[in-house]
Structures are given as C-alpha cells and as structure tokens.
C-alpha cells in the first residue's frame, strides 16, 4: 500500500531499458514455488537474493519496506521470462504500517546505485511489504506500477513479514494479475534451501549445499543397506529350499509307511477271516495280535508325520509371504516441499516412521530427523505387501 508524493510525478523512467535481450541463459537449476501458469510470465529469482529480502523484509514489521528488483528478460516462444539476480534498498521512503512513499531522493539513490553499481543490469520491477495485511496491490501500489514499472517484464512482488505470505504481480492483457507461481534458482549443482520463518521448527535452512564427504558417506550407507537386504533375501531363500527338500523327503517316508500300513492291514485282514473259519491254530492267533499292534504303532507314526508335515506347511507359508514383502522393498526419491517435515512425509507415502526413522536418517545422512529442508532429496524405503 504505497503512496507517491506529488514532488514525485515528474521522475522519468529513461534509466530502464525497453530493449529485449533474447540470447539470456535461463536457469536450469530451480525449484517451483506455488503452481506455473503456461500463460504467466515465468520469474525466476536467484536464491541469495531472496532470502536477503526476506531478511530484509523482517527487520521492521512495523512500517513498510521497498526495494528494486535487478537482473534480465527474454522473450522465448512468445513467452515473457524475467530473471531477477540482484536488488537495490528503496532508502529515504516515508513508511508507516500502511503506506510507503518513494520521495525524490529515493528515485535519486536507486537510480545513482544502479549506474555505479549494476549498469549491466535492468530494473525489473520492484518489492514492498504488506506487514499483516495480506499479500494485495493497494489503489497506490497500481499507481506505481502503472506510472513507473509499466513494461511488459517489469513485476511487483509483495512479501507479508507477519503472515509468512508472498508473491508476484504481472502485466497480462494490459491488466495487473497476480502470479499462480515462480521460481527460486541458483547455478547447477548448488542445493536450493530458501529461508522460511514459519518452517524454522521444523526446517534447519543451510546456507551452503551438503558436502562431498557427506554425500559420500550416504551413498555408502545406501550402498550397505540394499547389500544387507539382498543377503537378508538370500538367506530366506536358503532356508525355504532347505524346509521344501525336509518336507519333500518328509512326504516321501509317509506315503512308503502308508503302503506298509496297508500291507499289514491286507495280511491283518486274511488272518482274521481263517479265524472267522476255524481254520487258524493258537499260534496264527497270537500272529494276528502282533500284527494289529504292528499295525496300530505304524498308524501312531504316520499321524505323528502328518503332524510335523502340518506345521512345516504353516511354517512355509509364513516364510514365503515374509520373502514376498523382502521382494518389494524399493528406495523412493522424494522431493522436500515447503510445509514438509519427515513424519508428515511418511504418513503422505504410507511409511511406518517409527520402523523405519533409523534408516532414513543413515540412508540420508541426516543428523536429526526433524532437520530437513526445501529442496533436498530423500530417500525413503517403501515396503509393498
């Protein structure tokens, strides 16, 4: 909610070039912040530069603050790209909680700082903050933006210190709108970690990236973990062929019991029908008892067998579905998102955090579990039964 004296109107806007750079290098190192628009212009602003304002933008949550915003635009496919590097303090404003005048001496020193200091730059636009009041152009901010940031690349970005809340504004149409989303980058290979207020509990906001040492020390502790799984499913398999080649032998022995059994029960069978006849002495008599006792311990044996066959069964069947959830184990690369912390991120995928927190935490490298940031990659373990 920015207001313009009247001294003010007659600053020219000469000091910005209109002319369009179409050879700049995009970034190709960055995170999204909110959801792109194919139709938005695309702005991307350099992580240094938006954790100073962010800084900035909390030393007075009183008054408004301001700044302008410096870097290159190109145009590629018809589509406007804004890449903002650098930035220049609006100083000598009159600032209250809701307004926030540029006076003659503030265009005076923005523009003598960009000549001396960034000449190879553009002004894209410029920053004020709203503190508590939302993330909105007031009736006096469009006024500026339509007076004095009125070419196609050139943007409002409106930061709320008290709300945790920013964003960026846009010409489209010949309308101001505000952006569904933007970018934050650096140069390739750095880790993109932007400071956070309302994160800073659960987020630990690292100002250089993970170290050489460190990222080796994960990549063997990875390493370590899947050797230990695939020896863990070896030995399961080891033992599953020793219980089928046991239960096989197992079956054996009782089917070749099975048929003595019945031999003794055919023999049992012709004894007892010459008794029936009277055709059988004493002595063929005594031979048919031995043989129903013969008869009844090998019938105790085979139910003891089929018995031990019963439990190896269970047991077998028990092994296989364990080896069967060994089978599905696999590593998940996840990408941290604002508002994530370690717990919400496995309740998100279904993961046990409390099983599984030792491993992510030495898979990881992680020091603390609660310590994580934006922008870093996990790696999660995901167990499909």
């Given amino acids: ?36 628009d194919h139709d938005d212009i695309k702005v991307y602003i350099h992580q240094n530069t938006y954790n100073a304002i962010e800084r900035y933008s909390r ?12 870097g290159e635009y190109s145009e590629y496919s018809n589509k406007m790209h804004v890449v ?12 209250t909680a809701a307004t926030l005048t540029f006076t003659h001496e503030t265009w005076d020193y923005v523009h003598k700082k960009h000549e001396t200091n960034y000449p190879h730059l553009k002004i894209l636009g410029w920053q004020h903050t709203h503190p508590g009041y939302g993330i909105f152009l007031s009736h006096y901010d469009i006024f500026i933006q339509e007076n004095f ?29 505000k952006l569904k989303g933007y970018y934050i980058y650096d140069e390739v290979g750095k880790i993109i970690a932007v400071e956070n207020p309302a994160l800073s509990s659960q987020v630990e906001v690292p100002v250089r990236g ?22 863990m499913f070896l030995n399961t398999q080891y033992r599953l062929n020793q219980q089928s080649s046991q239960q096989s032998s197992l079956e054996t022995f ?34 048919v008892d031995e043989l129903a006792n013969t008869i009844a311990s090998q019938q105790l044996q085979i139910n003891e067998q089929n018995k ?25 690369s996840y990408l941290v998102q604002s508002g994530d912390t370690l717990i919400s991120i496995c309740e998100k995928l279904g993961i046990d955090y409390t099983t599984n927190v030792s491993i992510i935490v030495s898979v990881n490298g992680l020091n603390d579990p609660s310590t994580i940031y934006v922008g870093q990659t996990l790696l999660l373990p995901i167990i499909k039964e």
């Fill in 210 to 231: 993970m170290s050489k040492k460190s990222m080796l020390i994960g990549s063997a502790l990875l390493t370590v973990f899947i050797v230990l799984f695939v020896v």
């Fill in 254 to 287: 009782v089917m070749s019991q099975s048929q003595h059994v019945g031999e003794l029960s055919n023999n049992l069978e012709i004894v007892q029908d010459t008794i029936t006849k009277n055709q059988a002495s004493n002595d063929k008599a005594n031979n």
């Fill in 1 to 36: 909610m920015s207001n313009v004296s009247k001294r003010d109107l007659h600053i020219e806007t000469d000091a910005i070039s209109t002319s369009n750079q179409n050879h700049i290098q995009l970034p190709l190192n960055f995170v999204v912040h909110g959801e792109i």
């Fill in 84 to 95: 903002i590097s650098d930035y220049i303090e609006a100083k000598y404003t009159d600032a």
């Fill in 59 to 70: 030393s007075d949550v009183n008054n408004e603050l301001g700044t302008f915003l410096l």
């Fill in 149 to 177: 940031f009125n070419l196609p690349f050139q943007v409002a970005y409106v930061v709320d210190p008290k709300q945790n809340l920013r964003g960026f504004f846009q010409w489209k149409s010949g309308k101001i709108e």
């Fill in 308 to 332: 031990k066959i019963a439990e190896l069964k269970s047991l077998l069947s028990s092994n296989q579905n364990t080896s069967e959830k060994q089978k599905t184990v696999v590593f998940l």
